[in-house]
């Protein structure tokens, strides 16, 4: 079945640093990839779409400099959260759409920012 | 802004019990989807019934929705200490380019060996 990768699982960073955040499709082209951030005991929220070779679109209230999504191609977003502060620590998962209905999983970035 | 709400936030049952979580939304949907999620990990697709569908089963999960209500519900029987996980309902409604998932709040659900 398709598959994403999504790294690192775990990344502890300094306050005021960037952090990159990888998902490739595997087994697929994914010309869609959707980002969404998750708290604590609380659902999935998402951040922005990206299409290939086009600016993502981001979620109202989702600050597109500070997160940063490139898809610059089929198989590869990356999101990168500049500048990270304590409170951008939360679980980062990516997602890829591969057919009608069909969306694969990343296994999810825990970002703790010190 | 959430398209599902599920109910109920947390079940606790024993093992052997059936087990049922509610889904609830607000606008047209092309399908909805429920996901599972074991704590700090990535997500896992369980089922996916689509608009014109009002019932799907797979192995122990039955899933129904209404769509005259907007309303979904997940039923897994016989449960098991290994279901204990979050369970989340999203709902896709895009069409072109604008397909994306929409998350509920999730049920917490602890079955007790």
């Known amino acids: 079945g398709a598959v994403v990768s999504q790294h690192p699982s775990r990344v502890i960073c300094k306050s005021g640093t960037s952090v990159k955040i990888e998902c490739r499709s595997l087994?697929?082209?994914?010309?869609?990839m959707f980002w969404y951030r998750q708290f604590p005991k609380q659902s999935l929220m998402l951040m922005a779409t990206s299409n290939e070779g086009s600016k993502a679109t981001y979620e109202q209230g989702v600050e597109k400099d500070k997160f940063l999504i490139n898809h610059a191609s089929l198989t590869l977003s990356t999101l990168t959260v500049t500048s990270a502060h304590p409170e951008d620590s939360s679980f980062y998962i990516c997602?890829?759409?591969?057919?009608?209905?069909?969306?694969?999983f990343g296994s999810g970035t825990r970002l703790t920012v010190v | 802004s959430q398209q599902g709400e599920e109910d109920p936030q947390a079940l606790s049952i024993q093992e052997g019990e059936n087990a049922t979580m509610n889904c609830s939304y607000k606008t047209s949907i092309n399908n909805l989807q429920w996901y599972r999620q074991n704590s700090g990990r990535g997500l896992v697709h369980l089922i996916l019934?689509?608009?014109?569908?009002r019932e799907k089963h797979s192995g122990r999960l039955r899933v129904t929705l209404d769509t005259s209500k907007k309303s979904s519900s997940l039923l897994i029987t016989a449960s098991r200490a290994a279901d204990t996980a979050s369970y989340f309902c999203a709902t896709d409604k895009g069409g072109g380019s604008n397909y994306k998932l929409t998350f509920g709040k999730g049920t917490l659900l602890t079955v007790n060996p």
């Open positions: 019934i689509r608009s014109n569908e």
């Open positions: 087994d697929f082209q994914a010309t869609t």
């Open positions: 997602s890829g759409r591969n057919g009608p209905g069909g969306y694969t």
